[in-house]
């Protein structure tokens, strides 16, 4: 009459036994070493030049930021971010943020940069207007540049670069997205959707990082090398590939460095991957100028 134990279920596990994704954890130099070196082979191309896009709050500021402390082996100095709000974009202009190597006037630049972006907001008076983000692919948005969302940039604006060189153009565009965000506005995924068909108009390589994956799951946060067993996040992943249309395979999830007065070696690994990837997709791009 009682009921039965042997009837009720085991909720399943939160983590995979296996990484679904391979990754050498412990194992950074390799990879630092490939971008520190990495060189475009094309001779009228000084920078290997990304731009980042997405909706405010996605980490693109924190995920600079995170670039540069690694590649200089101490937090470096922030990248301006607002730690106040996620509704409001708090990039305003058009930017290039390079990333030193060494000291005084011995230092060098790394010849990969990037290039940061109003944020996407929701309604269509609010944040980066996509048609800008095609120009900024394009080459033809001039550094310093004050977006409007009223109205995107025009040729007879004196901050339109009428004639880009190959330096000038992006190389690689990458979709920053919060792991802990609870949904994509509408508004938003059509303004993202927007930007994708562009780049494959451009055949600019398009690929997605996933931030903030150590708040939005408890396993992750936990220990980071449970990136790639987490359920929720392989699930978030799949998610967001089919509401933007870029393959799993071109998505790299990542903690950005944030409240850290060190550097950690997992945080490490996963952004030098996607560094890689980005370097190695850039230069397929550059290959065929």
């Known amino acids: 009459m009682g009921g039965s134990s042997s009837t009720e279920q085991t909720p399943p596990s939160p983590t995979l036994v296996e990484q679904w994704r ?7 130099q390799e990879d630092l070493q490939y971008v520190r070196r990495y060189k475009p082979e094309n001779s009228g191309i000084k920078h290997l030049r990304v731009l980042l896009y997405g909706p405010v709050g996605a980490g693109k500021s924190t995920f600079i930021n995170s670039v540069k402390s690694i590649l200089q082996g101490r937090p470096a100095i922030p990248a301006a971010a607002s730690a106040i709000t ?13 990333i030193k190597e ?5 230092a060098t630049v790394y010849p990969v940069v990037f290039n940061d972006i109003m944020g996407l907001e929701e309604g269509t008076n609010c944040g980066v207007h996509p048609e800008d983000i095609k120009l900024a692919m394009m080459g ?6 004050l977006f409007n969302p009223l109205a995107p940039l025009t040729e007879k604006d004196p901050d339109y670069n009428q004639t880009p ?9 990458v979709c920053l997205l919060s792991a802990n965000a609870s949904e994509i506005k509408e508004s938003v995924l059509d303004k993202m959707n927007n930007v994708r068909e562009m780049a ?13 994956v150590d708040e939005a799951c408890p396993e992750t946060e936990k220990n980071l090398r449970n990136v790639y ?5 392989k699930r978030k992943m799949k998610e967001f590939s089919s509401k933007v249309g870029i393959t799993v395979n071109c998505i790299f999830p990542v903690k950005n460095y944030s409240h ?20 190695d997709f850039g230069d397929d791009f550059i290959e065929q100028l």
């Open 165 to 173: 060189s190959a330096d000038d153009k992006i190389h690689v565009l």
């Open 140 to 145: 033809h948005v001039k550094e310093g540049h």
């Open 22 to 28: 391979t990754v050498s954890w412990g194992n950074n």
């Open 200 to 212: 494959n108009d451009l055949g600019i390589p398009h690929i997605m990082i996933i931030t903030k």
């Open 229 to 233: 067993k987490s359920n929720y996040l």
């Open 102 to 106: 060494g000291r005084g006037s011995s």
């Open 260 to 279: 850290e007065i060190h550097l950690n070696e997992d945080v490490d690994t996963l952004i030098l991957s996607v560094l890689k990837q980005i370097i």
């Open 86 to 98: 996620a509704t409001r974009s708090f990039t305003k202009k058009y930017q290039t943020h390079k």
